[in-house]
């Protein structure tokens, strides 16, 4: 890159603005700073209108230029994880217990920065709308922006959005058609009797032994009750149950998931789930209660909005470091919401290969700096493409 490149003289002060972020994480609903020095930025840099408090803390920047009608929605996250960083570095999270180890902080420092070189150059004929939102981890921030209006007050073509990508290759961005992440739906249920003391168990009866098969049965979901062609997993996250040794509890408390990429496989899991449960509850003479949870559904790219970005991604990486053939993810993502409600695409940007504990959500995970001038300069191809008039 040539020095006088405007993205290149950006790209330590982008850096900077990230790790800053990183030093002061705050979780879902919680990202009271980080907004508010995210608004600052957009209104130093002189953005038409800044709005605050879209769903809680979520922040959008309007920037026009030009008389065309059209519209583009670009979003990034601010929340943090509930996590001890261990990362080692001079920036580490000053507020103990949370970090940004999923590289928001990134994606909300690469977006300002493209928020400023647009507003520098106005190199674009429409509208351009910068979506920051909260609590993507879990909360449904993006679900909670959208039912404050959102797209009702900033109406879209399309909404556009990256996340780093550890395991793809550092100077390529992998965008497809359809489904790149998945649904997840969330399930809690009980095994409820009268327990016994342990060397008289006729005496009462055993939710452990009503958990165990459970834990075994709830995998006919996948293996039995579903096309084996069918993306679908089911895992059982957590179980507690008794505090001592000598008595049966009274009651087994689990937990788990499900991830699919067809939405009807929610209604299924479901189903299927409380007959497993209420069968081996009547079996094991203990009640079965199960409190099954419809979470984000899959982020299911679409075909026009993708074609924009592969074009995008081209000019900003070469065609041949652009990838649009490959296995979707089984994690989840609530852009979701945005792309079902109004069209868009999402793009993994690669990073490279990482060690155990320095993926995403691990303790020892560092955002990869090399990226973002790329991740910039897509944007500004992206928005300058989208709205008719020539990439960067």
């Known amino acids: 890159m040539l020095f006088n490149d405007p993205i290149t003289r950006l790209t330590p002060e982008v850096i900077g603005w990230r790790r800053h972020i990183h030093a002061n994480p705050e979780l879902g609903f919680q990202e009271y700073a980080t907004a508010q020095f995210v608004a600052e930025k957009l209104r130093s840099f002189g953005l038409d209108e800044v709005h605050e408090g879209i769903g809680g803390t979520g922040v959008v920047g309007v920037l026009r230029s030009g008389t065309g009608k059209g519209a583009i929605g670009l979003r990034a996250e601010l929340d943090a994880l509930p996590v001890v960083e261990d990362s080692g570095v001079d920036y580490a999270s000053v507020n103990e217990g949370v ?5 928001h902080d990134g994606h909300t420092a690469m977006l300002l920065g493209a928020a400023k070189l647009l507003s520098e150059s106005r190199a674009f004929d429409g509208t351009v709308y910068f979506i920051f939102q909260p609590a993507e981890e879990n909360e449904g921030g993006s679900m909670r922006m959208i039912e404050a209006g959102l797209f009702d007050q900033f109406p879209v073509d399309a909404v556009y959005a990256v996340h780093n990508w550890p395991g793809v290759p550092l100077g390529t961005i992998a965008m497809r058609v359809g489904p790149q992440m998945a649904a997840v739906d969330g399930f809690e249920l009980s095994f409820e009797g009268t327990g016994a003391h342990v060397a008289m168990p006729h005496l009462g009866d055993d939710p452990i032994l009503a958990a165990g098969a459970f834990i075994q049965a709830v995998q006919r979901v996948v293996s039995r009750s579903v096309n084996p062609l069918d993306a679908l997993v089911v895992s059982l996250t957590q179980i ?56 984000y559904p899959p982020l299911v790219n679409t075909a026009d909005s993708t074609a924009k970005a592969v074009a995008a991604a081209a000019a900003a990486v070469g065609a041949e470091n652009v990838h649009t053939e490959f296995q979707p993810s089984l994690g989840c993502e609530d852009f979701a919401y945005m792309v079902r409600q109004v069209g868009g695409c999402y793009a993994w940007v690669g990073v490279g290969d990482v060690g155990p504990g320095e993926g995403l959500h691990g303790d020892r995970y560092v955002f990869n700096d090399e990226i973002v001038p790329t991740v910039m300069r897509y944007y500004l191809n992206l928005v300058t493409q989208a709205l008719s008039s020539e990439g960067v």
């Open 99 to 103: 970090m940004h180890a999923c590289g």
């Open 240 to 295: 507690h149950g008794g505090n001592v040794g000598n008595i049966v509890p009274k009651k087994v408390w689990l937990q788990g998931t499900c991830r699919f990429f067809r939405p009807e496989l929610s209604d299924h899991c479901e189903a299927v789930i409380k007959d497993i449960a209420e069968g081996i509850g009547s079996a094991h003479g203990v009640a079965a209660n199960v409190i099954y949870r419809k979470g």
